[in-house]
């Protein structure tokens, strides 16, 4: 059974930094598409980012290109999104996802087979 649990979120001011992972355990991940969703207050679930563990080619939400970064650790079965230059809008729960059967630049669209319980980042102005 595939499990994912995130943690590394927190409070940190604008302008800062933060890098919350998520462990995956339960099957091996080599052919999935894994990815990074938030959902901020008041607002529906958006998606991220996005990352073929493979290849590790990646794709990015508009809002958080050039500033956010997908990677993963192979040894660990661990998923990463390193955040810089945070802003106050992206406030959020951040899920990570996981899907054996989809591409990982399909994976925007939020259908995934799986997911973790999220981890709260909050971004003071």
């Known amino acids: 059974q595939v499990q994912l649990e995130e943690s590394g979120g927190g409070l940190v001011q604008a302008g800062g930094s933060l890098r919350p992972s998520c462990a995956a355990s339960g099957d091996n991940f080599e052919d999935y598409a894994m990815g990074w969703f938030r959902q901020g207050p008041g607002k529906e679930r958006e998606y991220v980012a996005a990352?073929?563990?493979?290849?590790?080619?990646?794709y990015y939400a508009a809002s958080v290109k050039g500033r956010f970064t997908i990677s993963r650790d192979n040894t660990k079965n661990v998923l990463y999104l390193s955040m810089n230059d945070l802003k106050p809008e992206d406030t959020a729960v951040y899920y990570c996802?996981?899907?054996?059967?989809?591409?990982?630049?399909?994976?925007?669209?939020?259908?995934?087979?799986?997911w973790g319980q999220g981890t709260q980042v909050t971004v003071s102005s």
């Open positions: 990352i073929r563990w493979s290849t590790e080619i990646s």
């Open positions: 996802a996981a899907d054996a059967r989809r591409s990982a630049y399909f994976l925007r669209d939020g259908r995934a087979d799986y």
